[in-house]
């Protein structure tokens, strides 16, 4: 079955510290990849996606996410986290081809940042 | 970037009646929208999906009397939680696709809560 893990459900850094969120996925090929960010009241924005080529990948506000075919993995990173980075963070899948914004979701992480 | 707005973002409504919750995109023409429901601590679970000027297509074990959904235009979903139970609140939040891979833009949920 299809399927998107994130293994923590909630994640404490201080101010300053590096960050990386786990995702791992369960899908018959290789799908297109995604990390979203929700903060309260808000709607999810996309933080960065993976289609193809390099399998590093920048986003907006200095995340950047690694996608690992071997491990089926697609970790979040930012390399000094802000205290405005306090979130929830969620990992998605969606097909190649066909109804491409048809995704699934993992479960989150709630980021929660120390001064 | 682009703009979904919900409304309403909260609604408290009494058993046995029906709820609406409007899905607009305000700066461009969304050719297919998505509707998802939240329970807290868990992942988005998309509900159906709206093209303008067809049927939903909804996700196995969601009720298609439940939850009637009408895409009469490219700017504008709506979902109709119809007789509303205690059991149906949650946080339903739509997204709508501009037509591109990934090209998804979340508004920013609504709390129903049923007495």
């Known amino acids: 079955a299809q399927s998107v893990t994130q293994p923590d459900i909630h994640i404490t850094v201080s101010e300053g510290a590096s960050l990386e969120l786990r995702c791992n996925y369960s899908y018959g090929a290789t799908p297109y990849l995604f990390w979203y960010v929700q903060s309260p009241g808000q709607g999810l924005q996309l933080l960065l996606k993976y289609f193809s080529g390099d399998t590093l990948v920048q986003g907006i506000k200095g995340f950047e996410a690694e996608f690992k075919r071997s491990q089926s993995s697609f970790n979040l990173r930012k390399p000094s986290v802000h205290w405005s980075d306090a979130a929830e963070y969620f990992c998605a899948v969606g097909p190649r081809g066909g109804a491409t914004n048809k995704l699934i979701f993992g479960t989150g992480t709630l980021l929660a940042v120390q001064p | 970037g682009a703009v979904v707005s919900q409304h309403p973002s909260w609604v408290i409504c009494k058993s046995g009646t029906s709820v609406k919750i409007e899905c607009r995109s305000l700066?461009?023409?969304?050719?297919?929208m998505f509707w998802y429901r939240q329970f807290p601590k868990q992942s988005l679970m998309l509900m159906a999906t709206s093209n303008e000027g067809s049927k939903a297509t909804y996700e196995q074990g969601v009720e298609k009397d439940k939850f009637l959904i009408n895409h009469a235009s490219l700017t504008l979903s709506t979902l109709t939680v119809t007789s509303a139970h205690p059991e149906d609140s949650s946080f339903y939040i739509c997204s709508a696709s501009g037509g591109l891979p990934g090209e998804l833009f979340f508004g920013e949920g609504s709390r129903l809560t049923v007495l």
């Open positions: 700066d461009f023409q969304a050719t297919t």
